[in-house]
């Protein structure tokens, strides 16, 4: 978390936090379409191919502001490939514990994603168990 913003990028509602951590234990949830499309705007592009979030159901205990409590992986597919490009490009988000004004969500970019930054679709077998 070195390299994490001084200041989130936005912030999620109570409500949004539960939607995108599902049953929680940092188990890998495509976002629910309504979810997405409050959020999508935070992304800057409209080429989006999938959003994918992860958390821990149960929070930590203790208060400190840095604790990560969920991400979102933003796959997007890239609209205008160069010659050696993959064709998707993954950017992470980083979840941390809840203030008052909500859910800080702050802009990682290429670190941290659980699929390649540049990505073909064979590569985004982790983020679906059930993917043949």
Not at 31 to 44: V, Y
Not at 71 to 82: A, N, T, V
Request: net charge negative; aromatic share 14%.
């Amino acid at each position: 978390m070195n390299n994490r913003p001084t200041f989130p990028n936005f912030y999620l509602t109570e409500e949004a936090f539960q939607t995108l951590v599902g049953d929680g234990n940092w188990k890998i949830n495509e976002i629910p379409w309504h979810l997405a499309i409050e959020i999508k705007d935070h992304f800057g592009i409209d080429t989006s191919f999938c959003v994918c979030g992860s958390g821990v159901s149960a929070l930590p205990t203790h208060t400190a502001d840095d604790v990560p409590v969920a991400g979102i992986d933003w796959i997007r597919q890239e609209d205008k490939l160069r010659a050696g490009e993959k064709p998707f490009n993954v950017y992470h988000y980083l979840i941390t514990q809840k203030t008052t004004e909500g859910y800080p969500v702050f802009h990682l970019g290429e670190q941290d994603t659980v699929a390649p930054h540049w990505s073909e679709l064979e590569d985004l077998k982790v983020y679906f168990k059930d993917w043949k």
